[in-house]
């Protein structure tokens, strides 16, 4: 079931090809893609197959984007998690001849022109252009940074986010306490922090973080049974049949509690003290806990918006790049949570319709 929304993007590819609704083959095409997370791999990946020439440049020093920095959290069997396929996508880009790959890199200026003009820094300090025939943004997403709300995030070593815990899970297979490395016996996971927050007028739904929490949950308690976990949420969002097999499976190991606590404090004996109100008990409550998880969630990358703008791209209120823009700019694409929350599957499924709406450019063109 993960892999059914590649698939289908696979079985519309072929089909088009087969049914010579797309010229099967188009070497005089170049493409930038800006961005090298799951979606702009994924993108690169389907215009190679087709001949398209493809630049791929990622301005961080390795390509995968988020994805990359996450673990894998299987535990007697896989949770469709989808962190491993980003691993696959690099293997498939970096050998396909079709597609050159410039990681560590600046892009200094895009010009539309027929095409595009495109200059760029290399890693080596080595100035490079090209023109190319379309451009897709996948610029991917911003992790919300909590430090501004009051949850003591870089106040206190104990508070980390979902994206620390991935990192640290990765790296020692076990979850310990950043200020002391000693193994938390108790964990509380806060959801939605920058998320559906009319304070930051971020209203939508992240999508991925309650999923990722709670395989993160399961994961955490299968390697460690006496670990006490608790869920602090708004409501739980279920995406998809695998969220709904592995919310059965963990409901009852963790606590759920509706409620996003108020307060952060740290105690003198080094604990995380936690304060919420049980509408339905009426009842302000305060809690300790050895390690405290904020679920952050995806935002709008506003360092891409430079480049955007300069290529007719626009922001929709949310500020992700809006896909109704596109029609007044021909030859412009975005994929992947460039244009919004999503989880894995979702951006790839969403670069292989974006690298089918290039073919279809292309093709419209040459007719
Ligand atoms: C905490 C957290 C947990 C998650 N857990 C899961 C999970 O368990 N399962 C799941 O399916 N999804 C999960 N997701 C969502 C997942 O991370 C995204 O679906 C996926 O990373 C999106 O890929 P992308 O290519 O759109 O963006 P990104 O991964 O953000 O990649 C974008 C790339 O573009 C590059 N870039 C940006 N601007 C420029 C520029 N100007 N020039 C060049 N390069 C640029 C970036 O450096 C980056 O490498 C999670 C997200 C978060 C925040
Ligand atoms: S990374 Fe996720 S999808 Fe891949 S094997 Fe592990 S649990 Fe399964
Ligand atoms: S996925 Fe869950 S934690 Fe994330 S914003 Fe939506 S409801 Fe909140």
Redesign the pocket.
């Known amino acids: 079931m993960l892999f059914r929304s590649i698939t289908i993007v696979k079985w519309i590819m072929s089909a088009k090809r087969d049914q010579g609704g797309i010229e099967s083959r188009m070497p005089d095409k170049k493409v930038l893609i ?7 791999l994924t993108t690169a990946i389907e215009l190679a197959k087709f001949d398209v020439k493809v630049v791929l ?4 020093k390795t ?5 990359r920095q ?1 673990t894998c959290k299987a535990t007697d069997d896989c949770v469709k ?3 491993c396929i980003v691993e696959e996508k690099i293997d498939a880009a970096v050998s396909h001849p079709n597609i050159t790959i410039y990681s560590g ?1 600046c ?1 200094t200026d895009i010009v539309k022109k027929d095409g595009f003009a495109i200059s760029f820094v290399d890693r080596n300090h080595e100035k490079q252009a090209c023109e190319v025939d379309a451009v897709v943004m ?4 911003q ?1 919300f940074d909590p430090i501004d709300k009051p949850f003591g995030y870089k106040r206190f070593d104990d508070v980390i ?3 620390d815990l ?1 990192k640290r899970l990765r790296q020692d297979g076990v979850v310990k306490r950043p200020s002391d490395g000693s193994v938390p016996k108790k964990i509380a996971f806060i959801q939605c922090v920058g998320s559906r927050d009319s304070s930051l007028n971020h209203l939508w739904c ?1 999508k ?2 309650c ?2 929490a709670l ?1 993160m949950a399961r994961l955490i308690k299968f390697r460690e049974k006496s670990m006490e976990i608790s869920v602090f949420y708004i409501d739980v969002q279920s995406f998809g049949k695998d969220f709904q097999n592995n919310y059965d499976l963990i409901k009852d190991q963790v606590r759920m509690i509706r409620a996003i606590p108020g307060d952060v404090f740290l105690t003198d004996d080094r604990k995380i003290k936690l304060e919420y109100y049980l509408p339905a008990l009426r009842k302000q409550t305060e809690e300790l806990f050895d390690l405290v998880v904020l ?4 935002t709008p ?1 506003r ?2 918006d430079p ?1 955007a703008e300069k290529i007719g791209l626009k922001s929709t209120g949310s500020e992700f790049l809006d896909e109704q823009s596109m029609v007044s700019a021909p030859g412009v694409f975005a ?4 244009t919004g929350p ?6 790839i499924a969403d670069a292989g319709r974006v690298a089918l709406d290039v073919l279809n450019y292309f093709q419209t063109q040459h007719n």
């Open positions: 800006i961005g090298s997370g799951v979606a702009g440049i990622e301005k961080e390509v995968g984007g988020y994805a996450f998690c989808g962190a890199v892009l996948a610029t991917g997403f992790p986010t979902n994206l991935e992240s991925v973080c999923g990722s395989r679920s952050v969630g995806i990358n360092n891409a480049i994929a992947g949570t460039a999503k989880s894995i599957t979702e951006s």
